[in-house]
């Protein structure tokens, strides 16, 4: 009978059961296969890759053969299966797990091997004592120190309030005081800045500086004179020749000669 006069399926498993006796009829095939992997002992199984064997899942090597993985009280199998870890609240110690004491106001810390202590208490001695938060004062963001409120500031552990002066305010730390726009400080007070003819507050408000066409002199805004083919520089308080020009003391003289001039 030919293959081809047979229905797909019968077909199908024709060709299957005489490529499955072609492998049995070649000599050294199965043999070859049982040694590539070797002998499994038990509680092991082959690897899928590099070819040998691998022990199961709670089980360890010893020599040629797969041992089990004794698991202590309050521990579990980590993710690979080879190896052991402590539940939460317990802790390695001398091949066990050992609960872990959490004293009063503390917690179990998320990296699983102590204890931290609830906000406003901080650690001494294997205890969470509390923060002693003085008046005008609070916890700062760690929840075991204090800071002192904006306005005060700290002295000898307590927090006392800022001898702001006149024309002067609660800067940006909330601890210390600064002058307004237009004074500056000198010793415990506030002074204004005297600012001269041609001359204007810079940004910091405390300082002054020159109007362009202007540089500082004693006190002064004094103006400078800019020669002829000379322009004010981007700065305003100096000056340079234009294009075509260069100077020569304090003139500016044609540039004859260069290309360009």
């Known amino acids: 009978m030919s293959i081809h006069s047979l229905p797909r399926t ?3 498993r024709f060709l299957m059961i005489t490529l499955l006796a072609g492998l049995a009829c070649r000599p050294g ?3 070859a296969q049982q040694d590539s992997a070797g002998t ?21 090597s010893a020599g040629e053969a797969c041992v089990a993985i004794e698991l202590p009280p309050d521990a579990y199998l980590e993710s690979s299966g080879r190896r052991w870890e402590c539940k939460r609240g317990y802790v390695e110690a001398n091949g066990a ?5 959490v004293p009063p106001h503390a917690f179990l810390s998320p990296r699983r091997n102590g204890w931290e202590c609830e906000r406003g208490y901080r650690s001494l001695d294997q205890a969470c ?19 002192c409120d904006r306005g005060f500031r700290e002295s000898g552990g307590s927090c006392v309030a800022l001898e702001i002066p006149r024309d002067g305010y609660v800067g940006d730390s909330g601890n ?7 004074y500056r400080k000198r010793d415990d007070a506030c002074v204004a800045v005297e600012v001269p003819a041609n001359g204007f507050l810079d940004s910091s408000g405390s300082e002054w500086v020159c109007e362009r066409g202007f540089r500082k002199g004693s006190g002064s805004c004094v103006a400078f004179p800019v020669p002829v083919n000379a322009h004010l520089d981007r700065s305003g308080n100096r000056w340079t020749c234009d294009p075509g020009y260069r100077r020569q003391g304090e003139t500016c003289a044609e540039a004859k000669g260069q290309e360009g001039a």
């Open 129 to 147: 004592v509390a923060v002693a938060v003085p008046p005008n004062s609070h916890l700062d963001s760690s929840g075991d120190r204090w800071e």
């Open 29 to 31: 095939v199965a043999a």
């Open 176 to 182: 210390q005081w600064e002058c307004n726009r237009g």
């Open 40 to 60: 499994v002992p038990l509680n092991a199984h082959t690897r899928p890759y590099g070819g040998g064997w691998e022990c199961d899942r709670g089980y360890r």
């Open 97 to 101: 797990c050992a609960k872990i004491q």
């Open 10 to 12: 019968k077909a199908c």
